[in-house]
């Protein structure tokens, strides 16, 4: 089967090892979107996050996994989120030196 544009999340909860998935990240963070905050009973709606998004962490490691409704996974995109961001920039801050372009 291949994937079409759009087609990401419907795939992802088809598969039985993105499904085992979900759950244990329910189980982890509780049955509910990690940005809004509403409710997956049964966990139907929920789709999987990458909360560092693929093109920088790739993989499906449930540590950089959350669950997320369709209009906050929509929302976030490929987009880094915004705290994530701000502890980066916060340790560039801090030591400058590692963040200077090689002479
Ligand atoms: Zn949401």
Redesign the pocket.
Known sequence: MHARPGDRTRAVSRSPDRKRQRKAIAARDGAR?F????SFPDLVGATLDHYVPRRLWPGWRQSNLVL??D??NSRKADALPWPFAWLLLRYAAADPALYAPAA
Request: charged share 0%; net charge neutral; aromatic share 12%.
């Open positions: 979107c940005y809004c905050g509403c997320a409704c209009p906050c």
